[in-house]
């Protein structure tokens, strides 16, 4: 039976580091997948123009074609300054698209990750996704991002996966939509490289017995 899926990131790009083969492995099954970013992602850079929030736009656009999203929200909150705003004017919105999409599985950042907009978007989602009697979500999922996750203090909210996701035949999907943020990708030995994208892949399979995984933190399932 397919199954409507949310994808709740700080920034475009996100979606694409974090679970990019598990979008497209769901994509493939016949699912339905959204994705909701909060921040602009470019906005706090020094030299920020008006045109480098228009060129992430259209990356992300192309990134979302070649991953199979069915439709995307942006809701512009200012880059790694989330944590200036309550946190009710985050919830919110995300909750009106919570309320339009109506997802069964919502896969967004682990809580321990180095950059603040991750940590806020996480605490905004497990509020926005309250387990109501009425709310169809019956898992929530943590992803890792590279240069995000790992850079943390390791001892301050480490990232323990108790999911992995075969995702080997999609690994070039997911390069590919990596490619289209071709800006936000660095060259090797950069954590956020394609050759470590295509390593951490080969680690988190290699580590359960399989080719390529992607990795997740099980926040809530719910058996019904």
């Known amino acids: 039976m397919a199954e409507r899926v949310l994808i709740a990131a700080a920034h475009a790009d996100d979606e694409a580091l974090g679970c990019g083969g598990t979008i497209a492995r769901h994509v493939a099954r016949g699912d339905e997948v959204y994705a909701v970013f909060l921040a602009d992602g470019v906005s706090s850079r020094p030299q920020a123009l008006a045109d480098d929030r228009r060129k992430r736009q259209l990356a992300a656009g ?124 660095r060259e090797s030995p950069h954590s956020r490289s394609m050759a470590n994208v295509r390593h951490q892949l080969a680690y988190r399979g290699h580590s359960v017995g399989l080719a390529f995984a992607e990795a997740f933190s099980l926040i809530r399932w719910i058996e019904k």
């Open 62 to 185: 192309k990134a979302q074609e070649i991953l199979g999203i069915r439709q995307s929200w942006s809701l512009g909150f200012p880059d790694n300054r989330l944590d200036s705003l309550p946190l009710l004017e985050v919830v919110q919105p995300l909750e009106n698209i919570l309320g339009e999409v109506a997802p069964q599985r919502v896969y967004t950042h682990h809580h321990g990750d180095l950059n603040i907009d991750h940590q806020v978007t996480h605490r905004a989602v497990l509020t926005a996704c309250r387990p109501l009697p009425s709310s169809p979500i019956r898992a929530i999922y943590g992803f890792e991002v590279l240069s995000a996750t790992e850079w943390n203090t390791p001892d301050v909210a480490p990232f323990l996966p108790t999911v992995f996701v075969d995702v080997s035949d999609f690994v070039e999907t997911k390069l590919q939509a990596l490619a289209a943020y071709g800006d936000e990708m």
